[in-house]
């Protein structure tokens, strides 16, 4: 993949189904200021490890107008785990403050360039990339965090200062693309990335 969308760039417009039913584009979250999509999944231990500082997160900014959209682009042929159902499964048991939505086809996350797992993307009202790349500096495991860069962006955007650190590389295992020539990593490989 050659291509992350660049701050600066707008949102792609997406029309995905939801683990709660209906299916979502980026109309639907347009009576929100800003907008965090991030690209994730069920089985990856970055996104595991991280998910509760990310719930944090959400939680501190949803007065600010702030709303979560969590993407799984992940081949369920290559992590059953990540199929829809066990998407619907872990919504139920974790109750996460977003929307979790389904790419099954790959097309979003090819649009928007993710890389990895957790990979977040944030836009300000105009829906213009402000922020791409990592959540914090440790996601697999937390108590070694020093800097947590989504509530950097965030605190900075929500109070309309201008973003300081607009990229930053995604830290997590890599999107598990469909396809025979998809170059995925078996799970004791994810801490080599």
Known sequence: MSFTLEPG??????RLPS????????????????????????????????DEVTRATAEKYRAARVVFVGINSNSESTYEEDSFPNMVSRMEKF????KYLYDRDQSVAKAYGALRTPHFFVFNSERVLVYTGRGVDSPRDISRMTVNNLDIVLSELTSGKVVSVTKTNPIGCNIKWEGKDAHWMPPEACDLV
């Open 9 to 14: 760039q707008k949102a792609i417009d997406f």
């Open 95 to 98: 109750k996460f403050p977003w």
């Open 19 to 50: 683990t709660e039913g209906p299916e979502y584009s980026l109309s639907d979250f347009k009576d929100y200021q800003y907008l965090v999509l991030f690209f994730t999944c069920n089985h990856c231990p970055y996104v595991m490890g991280s």
